[in-house]
């Protein structure tokens, strides 16, 4: 293979010159500049009969600003509504838990006023019970101490009575004969010291009776002693009998 370089070169030819007349091709070149301007200028134009397309208009930052205080104002006012209508809802919530619980504790104090009055009431019963009973032993007590304390003062004011009393043994005689059916006679037993007074009063006492009355005298009774006979009974009508008669009858009175 060669080793030679071979190289280009350009040659001038100086016998002719050619003259190139610039002013034509920049008037070529503007003419076609300005007819691509009129064409992009002639499509878009308007063409009746399209339907436009309608931009709003662009905001100013004034009206974004009063449109957004408007939004943040509504939003204000629907909160304090909702925070309202919370708030009584929660009252009325509120109020009805009361009114049932007021209703439940009613209820319930009245079963508790009922249980606790019948409570009560059994213990008044209980109480009334025992107060009748421990009534009725002191009176039993005072009974029995107040006919003991009649009887004493009885045995007492009598004994005491017939030492002024010397016609006692007439009260006894007589008490003794209308205490008898009428018969036709009597025999009347008395002590020796009373048998002068009853035998003094012998004629009064048959005239109050009707009947044939006998007086004697017996050894064996004391002072205030006397004994009425008849055909079908004898009656002791002794002082002392009389008052033990009496303290015996109190004391049944009293049962004691």
Do not use: P, W
């Not at 208009?57 to 009206?63: A, G, R, S």
């Not at 509504?81 to 109020?95: F, H, N, S, T």
Request: proline share 0%.
């Amino acid at each position: 293979m060669s080793n030679i370089i071979k190289a280009y070169s350009v040659q001038y030819k100086t016998g002719s010159k050619i003259l190139i007349d610039y002013k034509d091709k920049v008037s070529e070149i503007e003419e076609k500049r300005l007819n691509k301007i009129s064409q992009v200028q002639n499509e878009g134009e308007f063409e009746e009969g399209l339907q436009a397309v309608v931009v709003d208009q662009i905001k100013t930052e004034e009206e974004i600003k009063k449109e957004t205080e408007q939004i943040l104002e509504d939003a204000r006012i629907k909160a304090a509504e909702i925070l309202e209508e919370a708030k009584q809802e929660a009252v009325r919530i509120k109020e009805e838990a009361f009114k049932q619980a007021s209703k439940q504790g009613y209820d319930e104090g009245i079963k508790k006023a009922g249980k606790e009055a019948e409570k009560l009431r059994q213990e008044l019963n209980e109480q009334k019970l025992r107060q009748e009973k421990e009534y009725q032993m002191l009176l039993s007590q005072i009974e029995g101490n107040v006919a003991e304390l009649v009887a004493s003062l009885v045995t007492k004011i009598t004994g005491i009575l017939t030492e002024d009393k010397t016609d006692i043994i007439l009260y006894l005689v007589e008490k003794g004969l209308r205490a008898y059916d009428n018969l036709d006679s009597y025999n009347i037993r008395v002590s020796s010291e009373d048998y002068d007074l009853l035998l003094s009063k012998k004629d009064y006492l048959e005239e109050i009776t009707g009947c044939q009355i006998q007086i004697s005298k017996d050894l064996h009774l004391m002072k205030n002693q006397c004994v009425i006979e008849s055909e079908n009974k004898v009656i002791d009508c002794s002082l002392d009998v009389q008052l033990n008669n009496l303290v015996n009858d109190l004391k049944l009175l009293s049962c004691i």
